[in-house]
């Protein structure tokens, strides 16, 4: 994994980045980002009826989202203007959670000029490991066109 840290952009503040959650998915699970720091990026999402599954615990697609939230996320502010999609997201869940809220942070695996890998381990609110997961971005040199 990559332990270069590296600088986000110039003027990136978390409120910009959770203006754009508005309308969107991540408004509706409530994610919220909450740190930029040196080499990584990190948000909380809650864990309540907008996110359980019917047995009453966080639900596995749940956190999917918020991993590919934070790594599409992090991968945007580092691809120089250019758009980044999903290519492939993977996710391991390790423990049940009921209540509360569960944290992810994105760390770059990989910054390259057609591709990124990013690394997202999402933890409940006492730092114990909930799920790890994967994504693999591309980068794209304009957004792809809105549908319609």
């Not at 615990?57 to 749940?62: F, N, Q, T």
């Not at 590919?68 to 980044?84: F, R």
């Not at 000029?113 to 997961?133: F, H, L, M, N, Y």
């Amino acid at each position: 994994m990559s332990t270069a840290p590296h600088a986000w952009p110039e003027g990136v503040t978390l409120d910009l980045l959770n203006a754009r959650n508005r309308g969107t998915l991540m408004e509706a699970l409530g994610i919220e980002f909450i740190e930029l720091g040196d080499g990584f990026m990190r948000a909380r999402m809650p864990v309540d009826a907008r996110t359980y599954q019917p047995y009453g615990l966080l639900h596995g697609g749940a956190s999917v989202a918020l991993a590919e939230t934070l790594g599409s996320s992090a991968g945007m502010l580092m691809a120089g203007g250019n758009a980044v999609v999903g290519l492939e997201i993977n996710a391991n869940h390790l423990r049940a959670v009921r209540h509360g809220e569960v944290i992810g942070t994105a760390r770059p695996i990989h910054i390259g000029r057609s591709t990124q890998v990013w690394a997202i381990e999402i933890a409940d609110q006492d730092g114990k490991p909930v799920c790890i997961s994967r994504i693999t971005l591309a980068v794209l040199p304009q957004p792809p066109a809105s549908g319609g």
